[in-house]
């Protein structure tokens, strides 16, 4: 049974999806602060956090910074906040993916699936040498890739953007991570490298760069790569 600890102080909500949960059989675990939330994940860690961000005692991303000082659980973060900022902010201190308020339960349940699904694969292969998609190959170990017969040669900057995204498969990478590991602090902000960069990544890797189906750009916030 998945184990999942919901962190949510409004108790309508806090009840529905508690319900909601217990019915597609989840263990459901509760707490409606930052505080509860870090205590009962450090007694018995859950299997998944579902995790408001607005919280009444901390800000939800300090509870994220505290549970992953410690755990690789799934954290699907619940936003009431439209700016990208929060968000960005969830996923850079570790959540793995965040639903807007207002959700339908279907999709969070479907995103609490993926999360899950994701995190067992991981685990049960934690570092994949070699990346097979239909239409190119990359070998991590030996930093090469592949179309078909012929190699594709890529600049160092290229290959670590590449080696990143496909090292998170089907994850958002925030466009802050990208830069801050590629290019250092100093260029947090220059999100144009970003899209010059992609935009060569996917001449040299896809079939149809103006409509990707590898690398994908989340608008406003960073880069997919879909397997
Ligand atoms: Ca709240």
Not at 36 to 41: I, M, S, T
Not at 59 to 83: C, F
Not at 114 to 138: G, I, K, L, N, Q
Not at 163 to 168: A, M, R, V
Request: no cysteine; charged share 30%.
């Amino acid at each position: 049974m998945t184990r999942v600890l919901v962190v949510e102080d409004d108790p309508q909500l806090l009840r529905a999806l508690k319900i909601n949960l217990q019915a597609r059989k989840f263990e459901v675990q509760v707490a409606s602060d930052g505080a509860a939330a870090v205590r009962l994940a450090a007694a018995r860690p859950p299997d998944v956090v579902l995790l408001d961000l607005g919280l009444p005692d901390m800000d939800g991303v300090e509870v994220i910074r505290s549970v992953r000082g410690w755990s690789r659980s799934p954290i699907l973060v619940l936003s009431a906040r439209h700016t990208s900022e929060e968000k960005i902010r969830a996923l850079d201190a570790g959540a793995d993916d965040y639903v807007t308020k207002p959700f339908s339960m279907d999709e969070l349940l479907a995103r609490l699936r993926a999360a899950t699904r994701r995190r067992a694969e991981a685990a049960a292969d934690a570092s994949p040498a070699v990346v097979d998609t239909e239409d190119f190959t990359v070998d991590l170990a030996a930093k090469k890739v592949r179309r078909g017969d012929l190699a594709v040669r890529l600049t160092p900057t290229e290959w670590h953007l590449l080696e990143i995204l496909i090292s998170h498969p089907g994850h958002l990478v925030s466009q802050r991570k990208l830069l801050l590991e590629v290019w250092g602090p100093t260029y947090s902000d220059n999100t144009n490298y970003l899209r010059v960069y992609m935009a060569q990544l996917r001449r040299k890797l896809e079939a149809d760069p103006s409509h990707p189906r590898y690398l994908i750009t989340e608008p406003g916030m960073g880069y997919r790569f879909e397997p």
